[in-house]
């Protein structure tokens, strides 16, 4: 009734015989004002409902909208309002009750903008209570025996357990300083008849952090390992450094310190925008800007970022270089894995910030241990892992 055509307003007097016409039209004006009337209805109630809201950004950096429903179960959902008003009913308005739903809808716009933004404040909220820290770090190697032999000679790791997975047609050696369930670890992987990866130039070095720098240059050295930088203080501070290369190329930067927790201290990556990343690794990760340092000598500025101080915790490290926007990230590096308590959350706080998960929460096959795979905004892969689910694997 609501596309019929012509005039449905008062018919002329001047010709008494469109008198019949015009009362065979009075029942369709009253149709059709019924019509507007129902339809007003049903937007006024599902407005009420908050299940309408407009299709603005979310008030965060790289945040977006998606069209589709969350496809997680409900128990686990944050309930973002995703549905827009104009594509719910499946159906083409016209002009005139368009001009009308639009003003139902922004008559009760202050109330669904505000259920929007209290459930951004409630999802990044819970990043940050979530319980999360760095588990390790995954990349690979071409020799994984030689591997194993230089990290436990020179560098003083402990192999923590090994595991084959002849179906995949690749082994897995998990080597650090504690045991997985309170350690940051490495996690090398090799892939059955492959001796050679490309490190590209985006990944920078990880960290290590001893009581005496020289003695462990010195060790890595009679082993027959690689100096490419002999013990002094770092560019622009007073810190004592060294770097070394393991057998496939991978750079350690070796740093004097007091005693501490975790020696396995950093991981440093390239990044192509700092503030970009800083904001994403705050927002969607839950991580602490801990400190920045600028070096124009130099020109490079790094961030300091993670889930508890230096001393006591490992570190993501992130470099800007003055007017680097991208690197190759090669086939060597994978990935940081990050323990959460739940998988299906984590993966709607990332895309809400704009971040791209490229593997959906959910149990991995053979082992089912819950994890969800994502990239940030320079590509780097996270991997975030259900605690719990971890706890159990380690046993």
């Given at each position: 009734m609501l596309c019929v055509r012509g005039?449905?307003?008062?018919?002329?007097?001047?010709?008494?015989?469109?008198?019949?016409?015009?009362?065979?039209?009075?029942?369709?004006?009253?149709?059709?004002?019924?019509?507007?009337?129902?339809?007003?209805?049903?937007?006024?109630?599902?407005?009420?409902?908050?299940?309408?809201?407009?299709?603005?950004?979310?008030?965060?950096?790289?945040?977006s909208f998606s069209k589709?429903?969350?496809?997680?179960?409900?128990?686990?959902?944050?309930?973002?309002?995703?549905?827009?008003?104009?594509?719910?009913?499946?159906?083409?308005?016209?002009?005139?009750?368009?001009?009308?739903?639009?003003?139902?809808?922004?008559?009760?716009?202050d109330a669904v903008q505000?259920?929007?933004?209290?459930?951004?404040?409630?999802?990044?909220?819970?990043?940050k209570q979530d319980n999360r820290r760095l588990l390790h770090v995954v990349y690979r190697v071409g020799d994984l025996d030689?591997?194993?032999?230089?990290?436990?000679?020179?560098?003083?790791?402990?192999?923590l357990r090994k595991r084959d997975i002849p179906e995949e047609k690749y082994t897995n050696a998990f080597?650090?300083?504690?045991?997985?369930?309170?350690?940051?670890?490495?996690?090398?992987?090799?892939?059955?008849?492959?001796?050679?990866?490309?490190?590209?130039?985006?990944?920078?070095?990880?960290?290590?952090?001893?009581e005496d720098v020289a003695k462990t240059v010195d060790l890595v050295r009679a082993k027959g390992g690689k100096v490419t930088r002999e013990p002094g203080p770092v560019k622009g501070g007073k810190t004592v450094i060294a770097f070394v290369e393991d057998p496939d190329g991978y750079k350690f930067e070796i740093l004097q310190r007091d005693p501490t927790p975790e020696p396995l201290c950093q991981v440093m990556l390239r990044v192509g925008d700092l503030d970009r990343s800083i904001e994403f690794y705050k927002k969607a990760y839950g991580m602490e800007l801990l400190r920045t340092r600028d070096n124009p000598e130099y020109k490079y500025t790094i961030a300091m970022m993670g889930y508890g101080p230096e001393d006591k915790s490992a570190v993501l490290e992130l470099t800007y270089n003055y007017g680097v926007k991208e690197y190759?990230?090669?086939?060597?590096?994978?990935?940081?894995?990050?323990?959460?308590?739940?998988?299906?959350?984590?993966?709607?706080?990332?895309?809400?910030?704009?971040g791209k998960v490229t593997r959906e929460p959910g149990p991995l096959p053979g082992i089912n241990t819950k994890i969800t795979s994502c990239l940030d905004p320079d590509g780097w892969k996270t991997v975030f892992v259900d605690n719990i689910d971890f706890t159990k694997e380690l046993e």
């Open positions: 005039n449905l307003g008062p018919c002329s007097l001047a010709n008494k015989s469109s008198e019949k016409e015009s009362e065979k039209l009075i029942p369709l004006q009253i149709s059709r004002r019924r019509g507007v009337v129902r339809f007003t209805k049903l937007i006024l109630a599902m407005a009420a409902s908050s299940s309408l809201v407009s299709n603005g950004r979310l008030g965060l950096p790289f945040a589709k429903p969350s496809p997680f179960p409900s128990h686990t959902s944050l309930r973002w309002p995703v549905v827009a008003p104009s594509q719910s009913f499946g159906i083409k308005l016209s002009k005139g009750t368009q001009n009308r739903s639009r003003n139902i809808v922004q008559a009760n716009g505000s259920s929007t933004t209290t459930s951004q404040a409630e999802a990044l909220e819970w990043v030689k591997t194993i032999r230089f990290y436990t000679e020179c560098l003083g790791m402990k192999l080597l650090g300083y504690g045991p997985e369930d309170s350690h940051f670890v490495v996690e090398l992987t090799y892939n059955y008849g492959v001796d050679k990866y490309d490190i590209g130039t985006g990944f920078g070095h990880f960290g290590i952090a001893v190759e990230k090669g086939n060597g590096y994978a990935q940081i894995a990050i323990g959460t308590d739940d998988v299906y959350k984590t993966a709607e706080v990332v895309k809400l910030c704009g």
